[in-house]
């Protein structure tokens, strides 16, 4: 069954250490980041950006599809099916469709209407028992149609938003969503610490983990983290472990081409990967 991320994430945030949430594209996807979740015994949350949430045939189709998988594999860890960047309208599809966790991105707006906005979901999730999490600042970069310019968020505005009520928070501290550039600056640690102490027991979250140095992530669990989000560095193992499959011909060989076999490679690779982020967060045995 799907939970909220409010009990896993309060947790970790005592802690000290992060959930990962790993986006899903498809079916392969999801199976295999239940999968190593049980396997590790590791909390998880599935993130949901709202092109894939359509690229999948919609938010009921995705809740149908991860309700099935948690009943057919046997599921028995705590997952959270989650908005990932929420709009304003989003928010209110995915919550109908039976999602148990939304992020409504309100970065883009002042900071009044962020928190006018915010407010509203803060009540309509309290009243359902789904976990609300919201942004300030904004994320470097661009996912799904989403950009960011990648400002530090002020510490004062994340108190603001915090104390609405919200179960985790979001803020821009120099994380970009895609790969980094080689003249990346690093995280922010002076602006994390002053929004920790402006926060007080709101668990943060950092977008864009994919390529962060390893000690960069400990450092920032240190600071208030507890959820953490990763989807390109799966897109790149899927689509390296797929292409090595293709340019190897074993699609040619036998039945190689049915589609079983085909994705079989990045279903593993993303398994693999999941793992490896798992161990890092601290979440391993932690379900």
Same mark, same amino acid.
């Given at each position: 069954m799907l939970v909220s991320a409010k009990e896993m994430l309060n947790k970790a945030r005592d802690g000290k250490y992060a959930v990962g949430q790993f986006n899903i594209n498809n079916l392969e996807w999801t199976k295999a980041i239940l999968l190593t979740a049980q396997e590790n015994n590791s909390p998880v949350i599935l993130g949901v950006s709202e092109g894939a949430g359509k690229y999948m045939g919609g938010y009921d189709a995705v809740v149908g599809m991860v309700n099935g998988l948690l009943k057919g594999l046997n599921i028995t860890v705590p997952v959270s099916l989650h908005l990932d960047h929420g709009s304003y309208e989003g928010v209110f599809q995915t919550i109908e469709a039976g999602f148990s966790s939304v992020m409504f991105d309100g970065s883009h707006y002042s900071i009044e209407e962020n928190i006018e906005k915010t407010k509203e979901f803060v009540a309509l999730t309290a009243s359902k028992g789904i976990s609300l999490e919201a942004e300030v600042g904004s994320i470097g970069g661009e996912e799904d149609g989403v950009v960011g310019a990648g400002e530090i968020a002020d510490a004062a505005e994340c108190k603001l938003? =915090? &104390?609405?009520?919200?179960? +985790?928070? /979001?803020?821009? !501290?120099?994380?970009?969503?895609?790969?980094?550039? #080689?003249?990346? =600056?690093?995280?922010? *640690?002076?602006?994390? /610490?002053?929004?920790?102490?402006?926060?007080?027991?709101?668990? $943060?979250? $950092?977008?864009?983990?994919?390529?962060?140095?390893? #000690?960069? !992530?400990? #450092?920032? !669990?240190?600071?208030?983290?507890?959820?953490?989000?990763?989807? %390109?560095? $799966?897109?790149?193992? *899927?689509?390296?472990?797929?292409?090595?499959?293709?340019?190897?011909?074993? &699609?040619?060989?036998?039945?190689?081409? &049915?589609?079983?076999?085909? $994705?079989?490679?990045? *279903?593993? /690779?993303?398994?693999? +990967?999941?793992?490896?982020? +798992?161990?890092? *967060?601290?979440? %391993?045995?932690?379900?």
């Amino acid at each position: 069954m799907l939970v909220s991320a409010k009990e896993m994430l309060n947790k970790a945030r005592d802690g000290k250490y992060a959930v990962g949430q790993f986006n899903i594209n498809n079916l392969e996807w999801t199976k295999a980041i239940l999968l190593t979740a049980q396997e590790n015994n590791s909390p998880v949350i599935l993130g949901v950006s709202e092109g894939a949430g359509k690229y999948m045939g919609g938010y009921d189709a995705v809740v149908g599809m991860v309700n099935g998988l948690l009943k057919g594999l046997n599921i028995t860890v705590p997952v959270s099916l989650h908005l990932d960047h929420g709009s304003y309208e989003g928010v209110f599809q995915t919550i109908e469709a039976g999602f148990s966790s939304v992020m409504f991105d309100g970065s883009h707006y002042s900071i009044e209407e962020n928190i006018e906005k915010t407010k509203e979901f803060v009540a309509l999730t309290a009243s359902k028992g789904i976990s609300l999490e919201a942004e300030v600042g904004s994320i470097g970069g661009e996912e799904d149609g989403v950009v960011g310019a990648g400002e530090i968020a002020d510490a004062a505005e994340c108190k603001l938003i =915090a &104390d609405l009520g919200v179960t +985790m928070l /979001a803020a821009g !501290i120099g994380n970009i969503h895609g790969k980094y550039p #080689e003249n990346w =600056a690093g995280l922010d *640690f002076t602006a994390l /610490a002053a929004i920790k102490d402006a926060t007080g027991n709101s668990p $943060l979250v $950092l977008h864009g983990g994919t390529g962060i140095p390893d #000690e960069m !992530i400990k #450092e920032a !669990i240190s600071l208030g983290v507890a959820k953490i989000n990763v989807n %390109t560095e $799966l897109q790149l193992v *899927f689509a390296e472990a797929t292409r090595k499959y293709i340019e190897a011909g074993k &699609d040619l060989q036998g039945k190689g081409f &049915d589609p079983r076999k085909v $994705l079989a490679p990045g *279903f593993e /690779a993303i398994k693999d +990967m999941v793992k490896i982020k +798992m161990d890092l *967060f601290g979440s %391993t045995n932690q379900a």
